[in-house]
């Protein structure tokens, strides 16, 4: 299978007051071409620090320590990854909402209040697809009976020639000061306008023209959110990052939300990295699932696999005792405390809450084991399988 992106041994820490918060301790996973991976465990044990290390936007005091961060983004290329943790900040912001987007929990805090649907879908279009944009218009333009003065359609089909080489091209900004040939920048307007109504289309919102021309506060909470996703798959990623996405939503919506991805998924997305504490949204999407505790992985494998065979203590006590796939079912809450990162217990950070500790779990770090097929654990007395 081709890797989408590979993370090894990522460590990411937050320097505050009280000391040091190991958030993430030397995480590793690996997501496949056209796969969806869930993430999921208790609040605070690391998931959207691991999404934010991915996209590099760790807030402060956060601060990535080590590891890598490989991205694959194209499935028929073998070879080395682009190690993301050792490019420039410009390349993670072309990166960002064009092959990584991410949405989030809470709509309005991707959408900007005072700017229209319309015109928040047509930016990121424009930021990364420029280029896509003015061909486009070239296309148009070449076509007979284009509706414009013949002279005037060739020079603005010479100028977005310019662009569709170069967006970032000096003549461009230098053109569209020229009152007369504001038009180039209208066209190319139009056109991302045009694409913004195609893809709320496709996410099923009724009445696209007119949605357009509205503010995010005109639309309900599951409106928003399939914009935040339609903002996020405009540019086609190569891998969508779903934190909580729509944990906020009322179950028929998330449940409107969650089909609605699965569908793209098959033409739209490669792969989706989706966090969540809902164990039936990760059986009804996900294809592999991770376990995270107290900033670790403890546990890696298919989605089956974790529903029937759970191996670690900690993935079985979150399933609670008869888990049964495709059954809705939330996390059961378990004896005992998530530790505190900044002094997490030794050896393994589970050994506290577990029924099954010995010695060795609370002097050395289990390390992570192939138990199975595709199936890992770190425990050392992992459950049969
Ligand atoms: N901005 C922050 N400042 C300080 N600590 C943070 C910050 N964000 C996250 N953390 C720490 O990182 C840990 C993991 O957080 P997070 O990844 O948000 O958890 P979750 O699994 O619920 O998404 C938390 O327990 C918290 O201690
Ligand atoms: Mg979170």
Same mark, same amino acid.
């Given at each position: 299978?081709?890797?989408?992106?590979?993370?090894?041994?990522?460590?990411?820490?937050?320097?505050?007051?009280?000391?040091?918060?190991?958030?993430?301790?030397?995480?590793?996973?690996?997501?496949?071409?056209?796969?969806?991976?869930?993430?999921?465990?208790?609040?605070?044990?690391?998931?959207?620090?691991?999404?934010?290390?991915?996209?590099?936007?760790?807030?402060?005091?956060?601060?990535?320590?080590?590891?890598?961060?490989?991205?694959?983004?194209?499935?028929?290329?073998?070879?080395?990854?682009?190690?993301?943790?050792?490019?420039?900040?410009?390349?993670?912001?072309?990166?960002?909402?064009?092959?990584?987007?991410?949405?989030?929990?809470?709509?309005?805090?991707?959408? *900007?209040?005072?700017? &229209? %649907?319309?015109? +928040? $879908?047509?930016?990121? #279009?424009?930021?990364?697809? =420029? @280029? !896509?944009?003015?061909?486009?218009?070239?296309?148009?333009?070449?076509?007979?009976?284009?509706?414009?003065?013949?002279?005037?359609?060739?020079?603005?089909?010479?100028?977005?020639?310019?662009?569709?080489?170069?967006?970032?091209?000096?003549?461009?900004?230098?053109?569209?000061?020229?009152?007369?040939?504001?038009?180039?920048?209208?066209?190319?307007?139009?056109?991302?306008?045009?694409?913004?109504?195609?893809?709320?289309?496709?996410?099923?919102?009724?009445?696209?023209?007119?949605?357009?021309?509205?503010?995010?506060?005109?639309?309900?909470?599951?409106?928003?959110?399939?914009?935040?996703?339609?903002?996020?798959?405009?540019?086609?990623?190569?891998?969508?990052?779903?934190?909580?996405?729509?944990? *906020?939503?009322?179950? &028929? %919506?998330?449940? +409107? $939300?969650?089909?609605? #991805?699965?569908?793209?998924? =098959? @033409? !739209?997305?490669?792969?989706?990295?989706?966090?969540?504490?809902?164990?039936?949204?990760?059986?009804?999407?996900?294809?592999?699932?991770?376990?995270?505790?107290?900033?670790?992985?403890?546990?890696?494998?298919?989605?089956?696999?974790?529903?029937?065979?759970?191996?670690?203590?900690?993935?079985?006590?979150?399933?609670?005792?008869?888990?049964?796939?495709?059954?809705?079912?939330?996390?059961?809450?378990?004896?005992?405390?998530?530790?505190?990162?900044?002094?997490?217990?030794?050896?393994?950070?589970?050994?506290?809450?577990?029924?099954?500790?010995?010695?060795?779990?609370?002097?050395?770090?289990?390390?992570?084991?192939?138990?199975?097929?595709?199936?890992?654990?770190?425990?050392?007395?992992?459950?049969?399988?």
């Amino acid at each position: 299978m081709a890797k989408v992106i590979e993370i090894k041994d990522v460590n990411t820490n937050f320097y505050t007051y009280e000391g040091i918060i190991k958030a993430l301790d030397s995480v590793s996973l690996t997501i496949d071409h056209g796969s969806t991976f869930g993430l999921v465990g208790e609040s605070g044990c690391g998931k959207s620090v691991t999404a934010r290390s991915i996209m590099r936007i760790v807030q402060e005091p956060g601060k990535i320590e080590s590891g890598k961060i490989l991205f694959y983004p194209d499935p028929n290329k073998n070879g080395e990854g682009v190690d993301l943790l050792q490019k420039p900040e410009s390349y993670m912001r072309d990166l960002r909402g064009d092959k990584i987007s991410m949405i989030f929990q809470e709509p309005n805090s991707a959408l *900007n209040p005072i700017f &229209t %649907i319309g015109f +928040q $879908i047509s930016e990121s #279009l424009l930021f990364h697809r =420029k @280029k !896509e944009l003015c061909q486009s218009v070239v296309d148009d333009l070449g076509k007979t009976g284009n509706g414009l003065f013949i002279p005037l359609s060739a020079l603005l089909k010479k100028i977005y020639e310019i662009g569709a080489r170069n967006p970032e091209a000096l003549l461009l900004g230098l053109f569209s000061r020229i009152p007369i040939l504001k038009r180039w920048d209208r066209l190319l307007k139009k056109k991302a306008l045009n694409r913004s109504i195609e893809l709320i289309d496709d996410l099923g919102i009724p009445n696209p023209q007119e949605v357009v021309k509205l503010y995010p506060h005109n639309l309900s909470g599951g409106m928003k959110q399939r914009v935040v996703i339609a903002i996020a798959l405009a540019c086609h990623p190569v891998l969508l990052i779903a934190d909580e996405a729509t944990s *906020n939503l009322d179950v &028929t %919506i998330q449940a +409107q $939300i969650l089909n609605l #991805l699965k569908e793209l998924k =098959k @033409k !739209e997305i490669s792969s989706v990295l989706l966090i969540t504490h809902d164990l039936g949204v990760v059986a009804h999407t996900c294809d592999r699932v991770g376990v995270m505790y107290a900033g670790q992985l403890c546990e890696v494998a298919d989605v089956r696999d974790i529903f029937e065979n759970p191996r670690h203590p900690y993935t079985s006590a979150l399933l609670g005792s008869v888990p049964k796939l495709l059954q809705k079912k939330t996390l059961q809450s378990i004896e005992g405390n998530v530790p505190n990162l900044v002094n997490p217990p030794e050896g393994c950070r589970f050994h506290p809450r577990c029924q099954y500790k010995t010695d060795i779990c609370s002097e050395k770090a289990p390390p992570m084991e192939e138990v199975g097929t595709n199936h890992s654990v770190a425990c050392y007395h992992h459950l049969s399988g």
